[in-house]
């Protein structure tokens, strides 16, 4: 028995090894002991998870899954559940890639866990059936090019998306082009917008950009993935699909950049 599998042999010593963990944003419960019962947004993931989970195919057996900003790794569990064949989680945060390896191995779930940034996938050098990109695209400085990379280097089949969104819930039909010296409707509610977040919001430095629904649909589209489930009102299942390549050339420039961290 590894020595993992030990700490499970009490309560105590389980539960004492998940607060030296701490704190954990993602609230698993290992064998029965929730590791955030005080989260601020609930039982969460959980609690997300219950208004999606079907949009996401039941069976995945033999199937791939990338999980990026895996945290401590909630959904490369429940993926790993479904009978996924393999699983990849990262992260850039060397604490909750312990706690996702700690929650894996105890929960006997075969899953490597890479510290690696969204920009650095292609060294990957594999593409997944289900990519998981989850709560991640606000938190950077530049987002077109982090879904451009995923469409590029990685996504196969599915992707299943989440952003946070502020402003209108409208969505304005957009035309294929605008006269410079006609009006265009920048300023209508339900036109494609991100919102620039210089300082901070919501105390965390690392939000940047906010859009609204119709820009994040917009900016799905606009890197090649068809929209094709929309179970809640920031998740959408979506579909990758060849984008043609633009006159002023490909969309993503960035080659592959060396070998993630185990």
């Not at 959408?236 to 961290?261: A, E």
Request: aromatic content about 10%.
């Amino acid at each position: 028995m590894c020595p993992l599998r030990d700490l499970a042999a009490t309560d105590e010593a389980l539960a004492h090894q998940i607060q030296i963990l701490g704190p954990w944003f993602h609230n698993l419960r290992i064998n029965g002991i929730e590791t955030a019962p005080e989260h601020f947004l609930g039982d969460y993931p959980q609690v997300k998870f219950a208004g999606f989970r079907d949009a996401i195919p039941s069976d995945l057996t033999g199937k791939s899954v990338l999980d990026i900003g895996c945290n401590a790794g909630f959904y490369s569990l429940e993926m790993k559940k479904r009978g996924a064949e393999r699983v990849v989680g990262i992260d850039t945060d060397e604490r909750y890639l312990r706690q996702a390896r700690f929650a894996a191995e105890l929960a006997d779930a075969e899953i490597d866990f890479l510290r690696m940034t969204v920009w650095d996938i292609a060294a990957l050098q594999e593409r997944f059936d289900l990519v998981i990109f989850m709560g991640v695209l606000y938190h950077l400085r530049h987002p077109l090019l982090a879904l451009d990379l995923i469409h590029e280097h990685v996504a196969r089949d599915l992707m299943l998306f989440q952003s946070m969104q502020r402003g209108s819930r409208e969505i304005s039909p957009v035309q294929p082009d605008y006269d410079v010296n006609s009006a265009a409707p920048f300023d209508s509610p339900g036109y494609p917008k991100m919102h620039f977040i210089e300082h901070r919001y919501s105390h965390d430095e690392t939000n940047w950009w906010v859009p609204n629904r119709a820009c994040v649909e917009a900016m799905l589209r606009s890197s090649g993935f068809l929209i094709v489930a929309h179970p809640e009102d920031e998740v959408y299942l979506c579909r990758w699909q060849p984008i043609d390549i633009p006159p002023d050339g490909p969309h993503c420039v960035y080659p592959p950049k060396g070998s993630p961290q185990k």
